[in-house]
């Protein structure tokens, strides 16, 4: 065929081989079917699109498993006993089971994301609900053809996402080109105000008749550049570097923010503590770290003191800077109105958050 074909096409093709007579009034459940992924490759090879699906549809002579790919199809699935084929999308023909706006496939047990639900308030605002993002809940423990890991067990999938956003935040906080580039800008002004302080001196000592002292130059030079002093010294690692770096803040982080959710404000309105918003927030509370009753609750972190950017720069990080202050300042007022003036519940939400970093596999 000339065009690329449609999954539904390739449904009803392969589904033309596969099925069973007297199968047409069945309807597939996952209660009283065994549904098995079915991996598609659509080749092109001589201007020709060619539908591999081993071992069903056989490849063609020419067909290379890299150099002829044009995409994979993924979300195909069959029926072992009848050979039905199921084409298992947002709107497909599956029964959908509904629960708090999620909708399940029965045939395929496959999730999809809500639309936001918009309700209206007692002071006629329009009021967006937070919808959450489920999709494929086997998304993490499948493999590039599409096939489902027996021995990957069974991922929580919040804390994988809270992994992805934790590592995509401190990449572009600390190595990504953003950083680079703005350390680049930041030493370039230093460098044009320190060109000023040394004119300044220079034409001072010219109308007071006093001669110059390199010495002198050099040291207000220097001193206007230790003002903001540049780190793309400090952030200079090689690959494995930052890979163990930022594993090994996600632990961390992960535990604090279990930690938070762990308190009363936690649990009363968990929504104060949006990872998204609380991985900036807790980092730069990192730099100081905190301590009540001669406790440690978050360890103060050296190497982000001197390496985080500039609260002002957050913008350039899509971090706006009202909510950020918002949750660091909800992260302070739940520590203290938990703990108090106790140490043994300073010891206990340090234990537990340490435990809870430990439980994160990266």
């Not at 002829?68 to 029926?79: A, E, G, N, R």
């Not at 084409?87 to 599956?94: N, V």
């Not at 509370?285 to 390496?307: A, D, H, Y």
């Amino acid at each position: 065929m000339f065009t690329c074909p449609t999954p539904e096409t390739i449904a009803i093709q392969i589904e033309s081989i596969t099925a069973r007579p007297n199968t047409q009034d069945h309807i597939c459940h996952f209660r009283n079917c065994v549904i098995r992924n079915l991996p598609v490759e659509i080749h092109q090879l001589d201007g020709k699109f060619h539908v591999v699906c081993m071992p069903i549809v056989k490849p063609v002579p020419g067909l290379h498993p890299q150099n002829t790919l044009h995409q994979k199809v993924l979300d195909l699935y069959i029926c072992k006993a009848t050979g039905k084929i199921h084409h298992c999308h947002q709107c497909c023909s599956g029964e959908k089971i509904l629960c708090e706006s999620i909708e399940t496939c029965t045939i395929t047990g496959q999730q999809f994301s809500s639309e936001q639900v918009r309700t209206y308030g007692v002071a006629s605002r329009v009021q967006t609900n937070t919808s959450a993002d489920k999709s494929d809940p086997l998304k993490y423990s499948r493999q590039a053809n599409g096939t489902i890991t027996k021995t990957s067990g069974v991922h929580n999938m919040k804390i994988e996402q809270c992994k992805i956003i934790a590592k995509d935040i401190l990449h572009s906080f600390l190595f990504s080109v953003t950083r680079i580039n703005s350390e680049n800008h930041k030493l370039k002004e230093l460098e044009r105000d320190a060109e000023k302080m040394v004119n300044k001196y220079k034409r001072h000592a010219e109308k007071t008749h006093v001669p110059k002292n390199y010495i002198s130059m050099a040291t207000i030079y220097l001193n206007q550049i230790k003002k903001r002093p540049p780190r793309l010294h400090l952030l200079k690692k090689t690959h494995r570097e930052q890979e163990e770096l930022i594993a090994d803040y996600t632990r961390e982080l992960i535990g604090y923010w279990k930690m938070l959710l762990n308190t009363q404000a936690g649990q009363t309105s968990p929504s104060q503590f949006s990872f998204k918003i609380f991985v900036p927030a807790i980092l730069y509370i990192m730099k100081n770290g905190v301590e009540m009753n001669g406790q440690q609750i978050i360890r103060r972190s050296q190497f982000l003191s001197t390496c985080l950017p500039e609260t002002n720069t957050l913008d350039l990080y899509s971090i706006s800077k009202t909510p950020f202050t918002a949750s660091k300042n909800n992260i302070m007022a739940a520590i203290r109105e938990t703990i108090g003036s106790s140490r043994e519940k300073a010891i206990q939400m340090y234990e537990y958050s340490q435990a809870e970093s430990k439980k994160v596999c990266i």
